[in-house]
């Protein structure tokens, strides 16, 4: 990939992909930063099966005595921050030398928040959230790139975040139809996709509220189940928000998606790296449209840049200056 042009990238291994020192010494070689997934907290329906349980505690449907007995008692152990940090910090610092980790991914961590009602250390939802924020921010202090999300990108985390996952994204967690949870990364979701495109990618109401207060401070990506190639039929499209966001691609990777989809994404990287090599870690002072139907879209940066985007399929003419090809995007001084 280096080889090929992709000059810049993080690299996050899944939980299931062995990964040792030699493997992140090589990426690191290249440039890159090697990354790795992890969930220092764990899934909320572990304690019950019980859907939206927290917020049930919270409004007093659920009587906590009860609910805790009849919990699955080990497994509040593992959703309480609190509880958490002090087992948590050790194996942090241990992945800076095994396997030698710049990043780390902390799946859910910041959107599956709950009080705990585990007697020897009961903790409100706030007193919660605050250790899991500590979590994030001692992971950190040691050295280590942090991100989290899973489709939701809570602002209370951004003090200890520099991307999320699931920022791009517009939905909260689980509530996708996608395909991919179940696990084929190859499988191309192709003309399925589509529903999920109509409210997802539409550029007549989607409007970057995130990026026009936070782009500068943190970093966004799309949610691991919905990747830019996660359907060919719209990747284009999806890279075309990125360029115009400033955000980051996500894409899945092993050597046969490689060997089958090189050309497109060199052709990906190499239009995405010429807007974020600009506008990567700049302020978004602006976002609107240049056309009544919205097909194309401006976003202004604090470094006196503009990315103009042409959602539409004709080429989008200007006075005086050069057209933006249709599915095209132009990157220019204000
Ligand atoms: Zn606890």
Not at 133 to 141: A, P, R, V
Not at 274 to 300: E, K, N
Request: with cysteine.
């Amino acid at each position: 990939m280096k080889a090929a042009g992709i000059e810049r990238g993080v690299a996050v291994f899944s939980g299931r992909v062995p990964v040792d020192r030699p493997l992140f010494d090589g990426i690191k070689k290249l440039g890159w930063v090697p990354g790795v997934y992890r969930m220092p907290t764990g899934n909320l329906f572990h304690v019950s099966k019980q859907r939206g349980w927290p917020s049930q505690l919270l409004l007093g449907r659920l009587h906590p005595e009860s609910f805790y007995k009849s919990s699955r008692l080990e497994a509040w152990n593992r959703i309480c921050g609190r509880h958490l940090l002090p087992e948590w910090l050790p194996k942090a610092k241990a992945l800076l030398t095994d396997p030698g980790a710049q990043l780390a991914y902390f799946d859910t961590l910041v959107v599956q928040l709950a009080s705990c009602l585990d007697p020897s250390h009961p903790s409100t939802i706030e007193e919660n959230q605050q250790a899991r924020l500590e979590i994030l921010q001692k992971s950190q202090e040691l050295g280590l790139v942090i991100g989290s999300g899973e489709g939701v990108a809570p602002t209370w985390a951004l003090p200890g975040l520099d991307f999320f996952e699931g920022e791009m994204s517009l939905r909260t967690y689980a509530d996708s139809k996608l395909k991919i949870p179940a696990g084929d990364y190859q499988f191309d979701n192709g003309a399925s996709y589509k529903a999920d495109a109509a409210v997802l990618l539409d550029e007549t109401r989607r409007i970057p509220l995130y990026q026009l207060a936070f782009h500068d401070y943190v970093a966004g990506t799309w949610v691991w189940r919905d990747s830019n190639y996660q359907s060919l039929a719209f990747a284009h499209k999806k890279d075309l928000f990125n360029i115009l966001y400033g955000t980051m691609p996500m894409w899945h990777v092993d050597r046969k998606i490689w060997a089958a989809r090189k050309n497109d994404l060199v052709a990906s990287y190499r239009a995405m790296a010429a807007v974020r090599s600009r506008i990567g870690f700049a302020t978004m002072t602006d976002h609107g449209w240049l056309a009544p139907d919205r097909s194309v879209q401006y976003s202004d940066w604090d470094t006196g840049d503009r990315v103009i985007v042409n959602f539409c399929a004709k080429p989008f003419t200007r006075a005086g200056k050069p057209p933006v090809a249709g599915g095209g995007f132009v990157l220019e001084r204000k």
